[in-house]
């Protein structure tokens, strides 16, 4: 790095968000680290056990999760890529119109799909007006379906502006380039749109997939409460609904989340490392 | 220790109470009260501060085992809280409440000889009872058959024909007392048999449940979404009020009868104004004024002298002897049941019964730990076709959206080269 370009000491500038880091980063980790690892007595190993007994819950996490960062993906991929080939102003507007929805409080917004997709919601109603029929079968809430979908409304945005970022700076002499070479548009998103834009792809996983594998609202509201998620019992185990308040599993559980996560990013780094120096991505 | 790390790390918090302790007002006290939601006619408060000069800083929380994990915790103080039985005397146990002095809650002297004294409060020296009922069973008349109620029992909510209409408990302690007195158990057995039991039962209704709800019950009871559901009895008259067609019973079988009652936190701050709040709230005028809100049954005689013969009469506010001795009232479980309750709840929500054995695929051995895991086959298909479908025609509209960019493109690519 060139010493000139600086401005001001760089350990200085850097101070206040160092501070940050550690007091609501380092040192809640640590506690959550310590927390996992002892009870009263001690040290022990006895909450990693417990987690294990949550196998299943935390295969269902990981399903969904997966389901709802792949649509998410199959959506946002097109849209991104439209929104970077458009003039400023509709870049702008479509922007606008991403980021309109976080306006609104997240719960607010998953109750709002409640009283959407009910029996008695409006999707069935208006279905029941236009056909003048019962549709007993269509049940749109309470299931994994409706908690995947609550899933993608919510970190949508999150999926489709780090794509954006990194097909901005994709330039059209690129693709006229590849064009002039008789490349047709197949080749063109195979071979140089689509490995360009990996880093945003990376990203957009990334902040999609850790929000969904830890909700736990969501499948509350819209699952019915049916079916645990691994956010679920993580605040059972703090909040005590279930009759036991324990820190220290809700800790081992959030710690199996940030190993998983970890490992996850991990390996997705992995296949980021030749595209990396091209930037672009969000995170 | 572990409470000073907690409370730093919800400094936020702390600092958001100290802001509501620091404003300015005619007296320098306020009383930290904590009650359920929707428990008490707000404009009592007023009235207090009125008379008094106190002013009340009013929280609530939407169960027992939360304000329990938040006083625990030490992240907040309050002065006044308004438990249930059973957790009054695991608070007892754990020497979280402080003996009250009656002089200064002479009212008490209006509360019913019946309601003082009980199993959780033996000498009556920490509470002071404020409301009490039973858990009732909702339903609505116009889905619900006759003959299906005309028995009063608690297998409606086991009834399969009003599948995916069923609405349950979403607290262990209250859901398992439901399947416990289906069976014939007491709500309070340490038999980890029946809790088995009563797991199972719960397990076996799964399928037949729409959701598991709390407040949500509400809404979903009036819009007419479900047609059946467990709930307290004063909030089922709130429902019963919003819809006409509801009606409410309290089971043949039995159900859990609780009281709730006020409770002055050990080492509060003013233990004096929080014994003054509890005798105000004792106050006869006051007492008409909450019961009237809140629909619950009342323990104090005078006030409920002056309610109207409708209200006293009513059986599901008041039920009659012969059901309430069929009730019971939840004594604090020890911690091995409590254990065990934990358990269950989450083997009952993650069951799913629905899937034949045949079908359940097995995850092998994971290097981080056992990940061993049935994917059932309602994910495998109803679900997928749901997603699936779900994401064919977003992506349909999705590539819709990019040949149109496509064809921007080539517009900009020819005006360009031209």
Redesign the interface.
């Known amino acids: 790095m060139n010493k000139g370009l600086a401005i001001g000491n760089n350990k200085v500038n850097l101070l206040p968000f160092s501070g940050w880091m550690v007091v609501f980063v380092l040192v809640?980790i640590a506690?959550v680290v310590y927390y996992a690892f002892t009870d009263v007595d001690g040290f022990t190993l006895e909450n990693?056990k417990w987690?294990?007994t949550?196998?299943?819950?935390?295969?269902?996490s990981v399903?969904l999760a997966f389901?709802a960062t792949?649509?998410c993906l199959?959506?946002a991929?097109?849209?991104a890529?439209?929104?970077s080939?458009?003039s400023a102003r509709v870049q702008r507007n479509a922007t606008l119109i991403i980021m309109l929805p976080m306006w609104m409080n997240f719960l607010v917004r998953t109750y709002a799909w409640m009283t959407l997709l009910?029996?008695?919601?409006l999707i069935n109603s208006a279905l029941r007006a236009i056909f003048g029929m019962d549709f007993p079968g269509l049940?749109l809430i309470?299931?994994?379906?409706a908690i995947?979908?609550g899933m993608v409304y919510n970190y949508l945005p999150y999926m489709i502006l780090p794509i954006y970022t990194s097909m901005t700076k994709i330039g059209?002499s690129l693709?006229?380039a590849a064009?002039d070479l008789g490349a047709n548009?197949a080749q063109v998103l195979g071979r140089v749109i689509l490995p360009l834009s990996v880093p945003g792809i990376i990203s957009g996983i990334t902040m999609v997939f850790i929000p969904s594998i830890s909700t736990f609202i969501i499948s509350?509201?819209l699952g019915?409460?049916?079916?645990?998620l691994i956010g679920?019992?993580i605040e059972?185990y703090?909040?005590?609904?279930?009759?036991?308040?324990n820190?220290n599993i809700g800790a081992a559980l959030s710690l199996?989340i940030m190993?998983?996560i970890l490992a996850a990013t991990f390996i997705m780094n992995h296949f980021d490392k030749d595209a990396s120096t091209s930037g672009g991505g969000v995170i | 220790m572990?409470r000073r790390?907690t409370a730093l790390?919800l400094l936020a918090a702390m600092l958001a109470g100290l802001c509501a302790c620091g404003g300015p007002g005619m007296n320098d006290t306020v009383l930290n009260v904590y009650n359920w939601g929707e428990y008490i006619d707000l404009d009592v408060l007023d009235t207090f501060t009125e008379e008094t000069g106190i002013r009340v800083n009013y929280t609530t929380y939407a169960?027992n085992?939360?304000m329990?994990?938040k006083i625990?915790s030490g992240a907040a103080s309050y002065d006044v809280i308004i438990p249930s039985e059973y957790m009054i005397s695991k608070m007892i146990g754990e020497d979280l409440l402080a003996p009250l002095n009656f002089e200064n809650i002479p009212n008490y002297a209006l509360i019913g000889d019946a309601y003082k004294g009980l199993d959780y409060d033996p000498e009556n020296t920490y509470s002071v009872p404020y409301t009490w009922g039973t858990v009732v069973i909702v339903y609505n008349t116009k889905y619900v058959d006759e003959a299906d109620v005309a028995d009063e029992s608690i297998e409606l909510l086991w009834n399969e024909k009003y599948a995916?209409k069923i609405l349950m408990f979403?607290?262990?302690?209250d859901a398992f007392a439901l399947a416990h007195s289906k069976l014939g158990h007491s709500m309070n057995t340490q038999d980890p048999a029946e809790w088995e039991a009563a797991a199972d039962e719960l397990i076996k209704q799964?399928p037949l449940?729409?959701?598991?709800?709390m407040d949500?019950v509400f809404d979903?009871m009036i819009?007419?979404?479900a047609y059946v559901a467990p709930y307290y009895a004063g909030d089922a008259i709130t429902m019963m009020d919003e819809n006409e067609d509801l009606a409410a019973y309290v089971p043949v079988e039995g159900a859990n009868q609780f009281f709730d009652s006020m409770c002055v936190l050990k080492g509060s701050k003013h233990q004096a104004e929080a014994e003054a709040f509890i005798n105000f709230m004792c106050r006869t005028d006051i007492a008409v004024l909450n019961a009237e809100e809140v629909c619950y049954a009342i323990p104090q005689v005078e006030a409920f002298n002056e309610l109207d013969e409708e209200t006293r009469e009513d059986t599901m506010v008041y039920p009659p002897e012969e059901v309430l001795a069929k009730c019971e009232v939840f004594v604090d479980?020890p911690p091995e049941t409590?254990?065990l309750?934990?358990e269950l709840?989450?083997k009952t929500?993650?069951s799913y019964l629905l899937i034949a054995p045949e079908n359940a695929i097995y995850?092998r051995e994971n290097s981080?730990?056992?990940?061993?895991?049935?994917?059932p086959t309602?994910?495998v298909f109803?679900?997928v076709l749901?997603?699936t479908l779900?994401?064919i025609f977003?992506?349909f509209i999705?590539?819709f959206?990019?040949s149109?960019?496509?064809a921007?493109?080539t517009v900009?690519?020819v005006l360009r080269n031209d």
């Open positions: 809640p506690l990693l987690v294990g949550y196998g299943k819950t935390l295969w269902l399903v389901y792949a649509i199959l959506l991929y097109p849209i890529y439209s929104m080939r458009a009910e029996d008695t919601g049940r309470n299931n994994h379906g995947v979908l059209t693709i006229e064009r548009g509350k509201i019915g409460g049916k079916d645990y679920d019992l059972d703090f909040l005590g609904n279930s009759g036991v308040v820190y199996t190993v998983m | 572990k790390i790390l169960s085992e939360e329990y994990a625990v995916g979403d607290n262990p302690r799964k449940v729409q959701a598991y709800v949500q979903k819009s007419e979404e479980l409590l254990l309750q934990s709840w989450t929500k993650t995850v981080m730990f056992l990940l061993y895991a049935h994917i309602r994910i109803e679900e749901f997603v779900f994401g977003a992506s999705a590539s959206f990019a149109r960019g496509m921007k493109l900009a690519e």
